[in-house]
Structure formats: C-alpha cells, structure tokens
T-cell receptor
Framework: EPEVTQTPSHQVTQMGQEVILRCVPI?????FYWYRQILGQKVEFLVS????????KSEIFDDQFSVERPDGSNFTLKIRSTKLEDSAMYFC??????????????FGPGTRLLVL | QKEVEQDPGPLSVPEGAIVSLNCTYS??????FMWYRQYSRKGPELLMY????GNKEDGRFTAQVDKSSKYISLFIRDSQPSDSATYLC??????????FGAGTRLFVKA
C-alpha cells in the first residue's frame, strides 16, 4: 500500500538554527499539508500546498516557516530560526483528489523535532 | 466555544465491548468528517471518512454524522486489545484546513 514517508524521523537542533523537514508524498497525490503536534496536545494544521503555492495557512505558520516542492517529488517544511516552542512532532499529509468519494489526507509517520 | 470538542478520556473497556466515541462541533460549514487512530508517537491513521450526514460501516467500525446536532460518533464493535490507541476526530469545510479534536485515549483490557 502506498504511504507517505518523512525524513528525518528525529531532529535535535539548537535554538536559532534552521531546520528542513522532508516528506515524500504518495505518488499521484496533488495536495500536501503540514501539521504539528506538541507533546500531549492536539494535531494542529499549519499549511496546505497545491499547484506549487500555499492554498491556506494557519496563524501558527508565520514568517519563520516556509514550504516548497523543490524537485517535484519531495515536499519540505523549513523553519528559519527555531525557537524552543517549535519542539513538536511534525506530520506531513497528502491527498489525491479533494472531494472525491473516499479521498482524504494520509499522514506520514512524523518528524520529532527537539529545539534546545 | 472550541470548534471541535472531544472528551480526552481515558476510556477503559473490557475486550469484546462496544465502544462509543464522540465529538461535537460548532462550525456548521464542516462537511467532511474523519476518524483517525493514533498509536503513541506515530502518525494518525485514517479509519473512517464521511461526507455530510449519515452512517458508514467498515468491518467493526461504524461512523455516524448528525449535522443537525453537530455531533459525530465512532462505534467499535467487539473491541480488541489492539484497538487500544488514541482516536482523533477531524473535520473540515470546503477549504483546506482540517480541525482535529483533542483525541480520546482508549484502553481495551484483555
């Protein structure tokens, strides 16, 4: 069964450093998402991406965050200057055709980011 | 009022019991309703997906959506210890943003 993959599985970084989280979507999917889950809290939407541009973003997704699909396969989330409060699990999700029967978002296993 | 409310539990049941999990919501624009299962430190795994109101059954799982009451449910029949996990309800309208509930922790005792 096709699946979403994410790398790295774990990342430890110093406050103020830049990190890039990577996702390989399911091959025929068109819509891409990033979510985060702070330990013990609920899953929160960050951003959605379609046709090489951001389609919607939350208030969490401020100027320190950016997303891109640099090579047509990987989908990346960059955090420019990490803060302690960015420590969380980051999930990539991808979706085929929105609104189609049975279609919805499939999640990757996540990247656990720890900012020291 | 939160957009999506879900009792965090924990909910503990004996093996074989019928489990009922619920969420309420406030945004009448929500059209798509999902249930995900999440094991500790793993990604959410899609269990059920429903568009608009009605029931949907898949094996031991039944999802119900009552848009008039803004209430959704997931029923698990013949619960197994392997069903022990956190169950997340999630929903969205016509846009891209999906809102998740806090998740209900379920323990099924053998």
């Amino acid at each position: 069964e096709p699946e979403v993959t994410q790398t790295p599985s774990h990342q430890v970084t110093q406050m103020g450093q830049e990190v890039i989280l990577r996702c390989v979507p399911i091959s025929n999917h068109l819509y891409f998402y990033w979510y985060r889950q702070i330990l013990g809290q609920k899953v929160e939407f960050l951003v959605s991406f379609y046709n090489n541009e951001i389609s919607e973003k939350s208030e969490i997704f401020d100027d320190q965050f950016s997303v891109e699909r640099p090579d047509g396969s990987n989908f990346t989330l960059k955090i420019r200057s990490t803060k302690l409060e960015d420590s969380a699990m980051y999930f990539c999700a991808t979706e085929g055709a929105r609104g189609a029967v049975g279609e919805t978002q499939y999640f990757g296993p996540g990247t656990r980011l720890l900012v020291l | 009022q939160k957009e999506v409310e879900q009792d965090p539990g924990p909910l503990s049941v004996p093996e074989g019991a019928i489990v009922s999990l619920n969420c309420t919501y406030s945004n009448s624009a929500f059209q798509y309703f999902m249930w995900y299962r999440q094991y500790s430190r793993k990604g959410p795994e899609l269990l059920m997906y429903t568009y608009s109101s009605g029931n949907k059954e898949d094996g031991r799982f039944t999802a119900q959506v009552d848009k008039s009451s803004k209430y959704i449910s997931l029923f698990i029949r013949d619960s197994q210890p392997s069903d022990s996990a956190t169950y997340l309800c999630a929903m969205r309208g016509g846009g891209f943003k999906t809102i998740f509930g806090a998740g209900t922790r379920l323990f099924v005792k053998a």
